[in-house]
Every structure is written in C-alpha cells, then in structure tokens.
Nanobody, 117 residues
Framework: QVQLEESGGGLVQPGGSMTLSCSAA??????????MGWYRQAPGKQRELVAT???????NYEDSVKGRFTISRDNARNTVYLQMNSLKLEDTAVYYC?????????WGQGTQVTVSS
C-alpha cells in the first residue's frame, strides 16, 4: 500500500510562486509509483490533471499551466514536487497528489492553494 503525504499550499498573491511536495511511504516496489503527479479541484468543478511525471522523467502538463508550473521528482526519496510560478486567481483549488503504476491509483488528502490579493 502506498500512502501519500503532501506539504506546501496556502495563500499567495497573484503573480507569486509556491512549491508543493508529496512523498510516498509504505512498502512497495518502485513500479508501484511509476507515475506521480498532481490534480486539482476548484469549487464547483471536476478534478483535473495538472501535471504528471514518470520515474524515467517523462512529463505531461495541462495546457493552462505549461510554462508556469514545473513538475519534478526525486526517485531516491519517492517525492514529487510542483513548482508553481506566475500564479493566477484561477489556479485556486485543492491540489491532490497522485501516484501509481498508472496515474490515479493512490491519492493524497489534498492541500489548499489560494491565489488572492
């Protein structure tokens, strides 16, 4: 079983930056977290993909965050990061970490990111 623990999040002004991190714990083979990434859910909206990364560093981004967000991972620490720059009001959401042999197998509890002046 894989447990995901997120950190980061909070309040930031428009145009600001924030980094989220998520560590995977539990007894598992590395293939169990081949995919790691982030989804987000804004109030009244469906959960949507933000970015994913594989253990061999293949990345995928949602169009609205390309050029502003960077996903990375440290395989030795089973940790994924999301560096968010040039944050916009519409980035406000609960951000969920996900991991698995495919994206969406395991989920974290979520961390709130609020972009507001």
């Amino acid at each position: 079983q894989v447990q995901l623990e997120e950190s980061g999040g909070g309040l930031v002004q428009p145009g600001g930056s924030m980094t989220l991190s998520c560590s995977a714990a539990g007894g598992f083979w590395s293939s169990a977290i081949y995919f790691m990434g982030w989804y987000r859910q804004a109030p009244g909206k469906q959960r949507e993909l933000v970015a994913t990364i594989t253990s061999d560093q293949i990345t995928n981004y949602e169009d609205s965050v390309k050029g502003r967000f960077t996903i990375s991972r440290d395989n030795a620490r089973n940790t994924v990061y999301l560096q968010m720059n040039s944050l916009k009001l519409e980035d406000t959401a609960v951000y969920y970490c996900t991991a698995g042999p495919e994206a969406g197998r395991y989920w974290g509890q979520g961390t709130q990111v609020t972009v507001s002046s």
